[in-house]
């Protein structure tokens, strides 16, 4: 009984791991089924019926599966094979299926793909401009969500194309400008050509003649495609017979239509032929011209070019408007009608205006053409309104979810905050104790330092001081004591000795005045102003300016003293050395510093001879004592100037 339960266990061991095996293959084979035909219905040299049945078999296994990750992007393929299909009812069922299911898992890249799908339909086939514009504006906030910037690009492309057909140029400018900031010069290359041809067009058609030349070449000179380049010259040359530089305009159609690749492009043919004939004939420089015409408007009737037709009629009608008027009004007729069965207002007003002139009697030209200016005008004003509208909702709506990531992130960050909140305290602790330490010996260290040069710059001036002070006593007081003494032992005559005597008395008093304290209290500024105008000979004017605004009550003493000293060492260099006819002095006091500034219209010093007088130097040097500055600024011959600033 035993050995029977033993083998029944091991069979169905066995049993089990040849089950998992199994579906394990199976698994496996099903994978690989869902790829190959996913492949192969992305293999454009099978045909569109086969691509569809790949397609659908993929979408079958894949179902089975249970792959998320790829039946989103099997069921895009599948969307996107019956719009190539022109079946249009089954691409809008499985595009609104693609839309539910990437909504519920968030797939930006399969969401921004559908809208630019959609876009595309509404843009191409059904002619909703508006429509394809929000769905461009979808697709581009989906794409720059994930940072796709090469998509973000390509949709604003689009966009800015919408506007450019809808005659909003200037809003057509700007989202251009915004497409290129998002394409790469070097990968999006096609696109960014596009954007520059179109920026071209809405400067052409804003008569803005050089940008639209500029924009030109650059789309010639970015893109790779030979066709393209065709193309970017056409308009180029176009735009050159819009500003009448006809033979510019002649010079590149001749070198387009001899080129072997347009014949690849009849309507593009058609176009350059026309455009080379209409230019030769503004410049009057052909005699084929109408032959020219009728030409590239036979091609482009047979390759069904119906805007093309239209530049046709109006280009023979203005061709006969000069020679045969009845058949330049018929061929402004039929432009007239293709414009409207096309639904190209602007192309019938362009007709009309030749009409106009060929009949300015005719009151129902004149009254249709003021019906389509007017109704034109309501609906650029309605169409960029609206286009706007769409960007600004965009934006808020981008913002808004900026917005949400923003107090998302910040509410993870104060999670993690917290979480490791004990360890940096401590952390911090320890690096402000450290910091506080080292603040603590450095400003002690640098503390000292300064009171050291402090102490010493105060002892340098007054050292300087006593030095100019023994020098006047000895050059100035002695040599004049000297002088009396020899005129007493010359029996001089009295009164001349006495004058003498007086002269040396006066001196004496002006050096105890000097040397001695200065008057601090309320009368300081009297006292200041004093000493200022007795230093000012007659011949000298004195301004003083700003004295009385100046709470002098609130200037330290010391400041005080050495202001008083310093004004009247420059006081009594102006009266020495400068031969000025004006001295100009300001006073300004703000929260932190007094400021002086000095200033006369004497003979100045150079640099050196600056640096020779020591009463300068005394004074550079009382100044640096209280912490302040004084600044210098002369030249020989454009008189002297110093600035002075203390602490208050």
Not at 347 to 365: G, R, V
Request: aromatic share 10%.
């Amino acid at each position: 009984m035993r050995k029977i339960l033993i083998l029944f266990f091991i069979s169905l061991l066995c049993s089990c791991r040849h089950s998992h095996r199994t579906d394990s293959l199976k698994n496996e084979g099903i994978q690989d089924s869902i790829i190959f035909y996913y492949k192969a219905s992305k293999n454009k040299n099978r045909s569109l019926v086969q691509r569809q049945s790949d397609v659908n078999m993929s979408l079958h296994y894949a179902k089975m599966m249970g792959s998320d990750s790829l039946f989103l992007r099997i069921l895009y393929q599948k969307t996107l094979l019956h719009y190539t299909q022109q079946q249009y009812d089954s691409l809008n069922i499985f595009g609104n299926l693609l839309k539910r299911l990437a909504d519920q898992v968030e797939n930006k890249y399969i969401l921004g793909r559908y809208h630019y799908l959609r876009a595309y339909y509404f843009d191409e086939i059904t002619h909703n401009p508006d429509s394809a514009f929000i769905n461009y504006n979808l697709s581009k906030s989906h794409f720059q969500y994930i940072q796709d910037s090469s998509w973000v690009g390509n949709n604003l492309l689009s966009m800015g194309l919408i506007q450019q057909n809808q005659n909003d140029h200037y809003g057509s400018k700007e989202t251009l400008t915004e497409a290129i900031q998002f394409l790469n010069s070097e990968e999006d290359i096609q696109f960014l050509s596009s954007c520059y041809n179109a920026l071209a067009t809405n400067h052409r058609k804003l008569m803005n003649y050089d940008d639209a030349i500029g924009y030109y070449y650059k789309a010639i000179e970015t893109t790779d495609s030979k066709e393209d380049r065709l193309v970017y010259k056409n308009n180029l040359a176009a735009t050159h017979s819009d500003f009448n530089q006809f033979e510019k305009a002649i010079g590149i159609l001749k070198d387009i239509v001899h080129d072997t690749l347009l014949l690849k492009s009849p309507k593009e043919y058609a176009r350059s032929m026309d455009n080379l004939a209409y230019a030769e004939w503004l410049n009057n420089t052909t005699t084929n011209a109408e032959a020219i015409f009728k030409e590239a408007l036979e091609i482009r009737v047979k390759n069904d070019d119906k805007r093309g037709q239209i530049a046709s009629f109006t280009h023979l009608g203005a061709f006969y408007s000069k020679t045969d008027i009845k058949k330049a009004i018929s061929y402004f007729d039929l432009a007239i009608q293709l414009s409207k069965t096309l639904k190209i207002p602007k192309a019938e007003k362009d007709a009309l205006t030749f009409l106009i002139q060929l009949t300015p009697k005719n009151i129902e030209f004149r009254d249709r053409y003021i019906f389509l200016q007017d109704s034109l005008y309501t609906q650029e004003l309605k169409v960029k309104t609206q286009f706007a509208k769409y960007k600004y909702d965009d934006r808020l709506k981008l913002e808004s979810i900026l917005l949400l990531q923003k107090e998302k992130a910040e509410e993870q960050l104060d999670v993690a905050r917290q979480r490791n909140q004990k360890t940096l305290a401590l952390f911090g602790l320890a690096l402000l104790l450290m910091i506080i330490g080292f603040m603590f010996i450095f400003y002690k260290q640098r503390n000292k330092r300064l009171l050291e040069q402090n102490k010493f710059a105060k002892l340098e001036a007054t050292y300087e001081t006593e030095a100019e002070l023994s020098r006047k006593l000895h050059d100035d007081f002695g040599g004049k004591l000297n002088h009396a003494m020899i005129m007493v032992q010359n029996n001089t005559d009295k009164p001349t000795i006495l004058d003498t005597l007086e002269g040396l008395y006066n001196q004496s008093r002006d050096f105890s005045r000097e040397i001695n304290e200065i008057e601090l209290d309320a009368n300081f500024r009297e006292e200041l102003l004093q000493m200022l105008r007795s230093h000012t000979p007659k011949t000298v004017k004195l301004i003083l300016r700003g004295s009385k605004e100046i709470d002098w009550s609130t200037v330290n003493g010391l400041t005080k003293i050495t202001l008083y000293k310093v004004l009247r060492e420059l006081m009594i260099n102006m009266t020495k050395y400068s031969m000025a006819s004006a001295v100009n002095i300001t006073f300004k006091k703000t929260s932190d510093l007094l400021q002086i500034q000095y200033s006369d219209n004497g003979v100045g010093a150079t640099k050196v001879q600056l640096g020779n007088k020591n009463g300068l130097r005394n004074t550079e040097k009382r100044i640096r004592a209280i912490g302040g500055t004084i600044i210098f600024e002369t030249e020989k011959g454009k008189g002297f100037k110093a600035q002075i600033k203390t602490p208050n």
